[in-house]
């Protein structure tokens, strides 16, 4: 459930190419990574990111996939300096409501040099059957910033190991740039044809990791969960994100009915079934 915080203090701001997001302690004692709309960037649109924040966290634990603890934050004034800030300093002022991933105690980033060699390796993940659901969740939503080629070498995963019980378990999170990210902010549609170029299943982690998976436990997996997508009502989780949200994010003329028609296209799912099943060869 997305509840509403306040922020206390400013710890840092996080340099990234997207959002660079702040990090704050918040007034739940938690520490968030907080998003606004960033500096570098003129678009107003761009605010509806902080709305598919929102609903992929929603979807995400309504399919039970692990992801981070969200909330709307409420930006205080006492709680930072504005020129601690750099890529935030233009937009982000007292009392605006932000979007709040909530800092995840002990997990660390999944980067290149977690590609999984080693049975021993693969032993300790807790949920690895749940990559495979990413997989699929990222082709649906249209994620196109995880698996994603760096131009500076490596890959993007915006995913976590959290320790869990002695071992490690992954865990989803940023989801700013779904629906077709910066390139299609308003312009997605069901009819574009679905590529797993640039995204999850083709990244050396991904592939590293379901090595180690039975293939007929993966096809049995994907049927199973692209049927619980189908079952979802899309539209009563639309209608069921927080009423606090606020009205800029929702910037995009019909951009709830744009998301419900995008997502409900069975199509587009029996699609995604298909570019999985030819990316493990299953």
Known sequence: ??????????????????????KFICSDGGIYYVKYRSGKSFNKNKLVFLLYEI??????????????????????????????????????????????????????????????????????????????KIAIFDLWVDNNDRGKALKVGGYNY???????????????????????????????SKNIPISPVDKLPNSPFFLSLVNFLDKKSIEALTLDFIEKCKNLSIRDILDNLPSSLP????????????????????KRLDDIQIVIKNSLKI
Not at 2 to 18: A, N, P, Q, R
Not at 162 to 174: G, H, M, R, T, V
């Open 1 to 22: 459930m997305t509840h509403t915080i306040e922020t206390i203090s400013l710890i840092e701001e996080i340099k990234t190419d997207g959002h660079s997001p702040m």
């Open 55 to 132: 609903l992929c966290s929603q979807l995400l634990q309504n399919l039970h996939i692990p992801t981070p603890p969200t909330a709307l934050v409420r930006i205080s004034e006492a709680s930072f300096n504005p020129e601690n800030l750099k890529a935030n300093k233009r937009y982000t002022k007292a009392n605006i409501i932000a979007f709040g991933s909530k800092e995840i105690t002990n997990s660390q980033l999944i980067t290149d040099f977690e590609v999984i060699e080693r049975v021993q390796d693969f032993q300790k993940i807790l949920n690895p059957f749940d990559l495979i």
């Open 158 to 188: 915006n995913l976590l190991f959290a320790p869990s019980n002695s071992k490690q378990q992954i865990i989803a999170f940023d989801h700013a740039f779904t629906f077709g990210g910066m390139q299609s902010i308003g312009l997605f």
């Open 247 to 266: 009205l800029e994010w929702y910037i995009l003329p019909n951009i709830t009915q744009q998301i419900e028609d995008f997502l409900t296209d069975y």
